[in-house]
């Protein structure tokens, strides 16, 4: 797509994990990936994104992740541990029924917005309905912002271009809970993103308001 605007009847912006425990001051890992949201302007920036698609008259998607129960049983008798098993066992980020695993108000869906089915690891697409709903949709355009930017970020953008979609990464638009993580995001990007924008870029690409 390289210099051209987005289709806006072909594009949508996937927000990922804009909880509450994420994305707003006092949530259980907000000052985890503080460092490097304050380094990207992650903040500032999903506030010149956000609205901008949605006057472009982009689809906003919403990718969340799986909501812990608050009874601690989520992986009972699971076979194999996963990471997120293991960093949520402190913490219980995410957790149904509570403040943090509510959507931040300035960055979580509005009306009109389609909120897919929690991924449970970090591929917004394994067992979730992303496909299908963004098919049904004609959507082939993917721009990714939110969080984090070397796990959910990357695993959903990877296996998105897998299946035929044009991927775009906003690596201003992200965060991580390291500095060596937007290193890894930034070194893995080019292997299967179409583009990596800066914010300020993307901008320039989407078209005037629908």
Avoid at 10 to 31: Q, R, S
Avoid at 32 to 56: C, G, Q, S, V, Y
Avoid at 124 to 134: P, Y
């Amino acid at each position: 797509m390289s210099n051209n605007e987005y289709d806006a009847s072909h594009t949508a912006l996937l927000i990922v994990d804009p909880y509450n425990d994420f994305m707003t001051e006092g949530g259980k890992l907000f000052e985890a990936i503080k460092e490097t949201a304050d380094a990207t302007n992650m903040f500032a920036n999903l506030r010149k994104i956000i609205p901008a698609a949605r006057a472009a008259g982009f689809k906003v998607v919403i990718v969340p992740h799986h909501r812990s129960d608050p009874h601690g049983h989520d992986y009972d008798d699971w076979k194999h541990v996963n990471m997120f098993q293991e960093a949520n066992k402190p913490v219980k980020a995410f957790e149904a029924g509570t403040w943090g695993g509510e959507f931040n108000p300035e960055f979580g869906p509005l009306e009109g917005d389609v909120v897919v089915k929690e991924h449970w690891a970090q591929n917004g697409f394994a067992n979730t309905d992303l496909d299908m709903q963004l098919k049904q949709r004609r959507i082939e355009n993917l721009i990714f912002v939110g969080l984090v930017a070397n796990s959910c970020i990357e695993s959903t953008a990877r296996y998105g271009m897998e299946l035929g979609y044009h991927v775009t990464l906003v690596k201003d638009g992200t965060a991580a809970f390291s500095q060596d993580g937007m290193k890894a995001a930034a070194t893995n990007g080019p292997m299967f993103a179409h583009a990596i924008l800066s914010t300020e870029e993307l901008l320039e690409r989407i078209p005037a308001a629908a």
